[in-house]
């Protein structure tokens, strides 16, 4: 029997290295992604841009895609994703957050950086641009963000800027966050609480508007995203 047992902890022994081994491997496998993704998408901005700069929402650089179809945009938008190269950068300078942005939610992007929910805007359109991340890494700041703060999306055809309007919790039923508004949006999504143990119960919530926009036009979108929380499918799982 005591021979048993000690085989037991041996065995025991070993699954727990190796299980702090996997967790080291896809934390530095998360920072060597997040790292080379940032480094990519800056590159690539600069080659085609001369550099980021501040634009309107919709100002076009190279490569020139005023007489691009819709679909074709999506189409060059969705090939620089599968190159690994991420669809935008999420910047919040009071949080000194910066976080690619890569299209869907499964495990592997959640890993690289955030992930824009599906059917939602993307980020280089108009609408309601929807991203998610995790509470325990790329959007833990979100704790410490706050009604006014400056948020800056930068793609590769310009960099829009939002300012927050208002942040809310709400049970991971409700979708109707995912909704598109009468004007465009940017939406981040993340689980709460922030430290909780295990799976988070509820679902913390950003909404930020375009920058330069009245209080009054900031309230009443607030306004128009409060009252449509009333659907039951489940937001997003992080």
């Known amino acids: 029997m005591s021979k048993l047992l000690q085989v037991v902890e041996r065995v025991c022994l070993l699954a727990g290295v190796l299980g702090l081994g996997l967790v080291g491997i896809v934390s530095v496998d998360a920072a060597l992604g997040n790292y080379r993704a940032v480094a990519a998408f800056q590159q690539v901005a600069a080659e085609s841009t001369g ?73 280089a359109e ?25 948020i800056e999306l930068q793609t590769l055809q310009g960099t829009r800027h939002f300012e927050v309007a208002q942040t809310f919790i709400t049970d991971p039923l409700d979708v109707s966050v995912l909704d598109p508004l009468e004007t465009s949006a940017l939406t981040l999504i993340t689980c709460y609480p922030f430290y909780f143990v295990g799976f988070a119960p509820d679902r913390y919530i950003v909404r930020a508007l375009p920058a330069g926009r009245t209080v009054e036009a900031r309230t009443e ?18």
């Open 221 to 238: 979108g607030a306004e128009v995203a409060g009252a449509q929380r009333s659907q039951d499918r489940p937001v997003t799982t992080l």
């Open 126 to 150: 108009p609408g309601n641009v929807v991203l998610s991340a995790h509470r325990d890494s790329y959007f833990r700041a979100l704790k410490d963000i706050a009604v006014g703060d400056a």
């Open 51 to 123: 550099g980021p700069a501040r634009q309107s929402d919709w100002d076009l650089e190279d490569p020139d895609q005023t007489l691009w179809s819709e679909r074709a945009k999506k189409k060059y938008l969705r090939a620089q994703a599968e190159a690994g190269l991420p669809l935008a950068l999420l910047k919040i300078p009071r949080l000194s957050l910066e976080v690619p942005v890569f299209e869907g939610t499964d495990r592997l992007t959640l890993n690289r950086g955030a992930g824009v929910v599906e059917g939602t805007a993307l980020p």
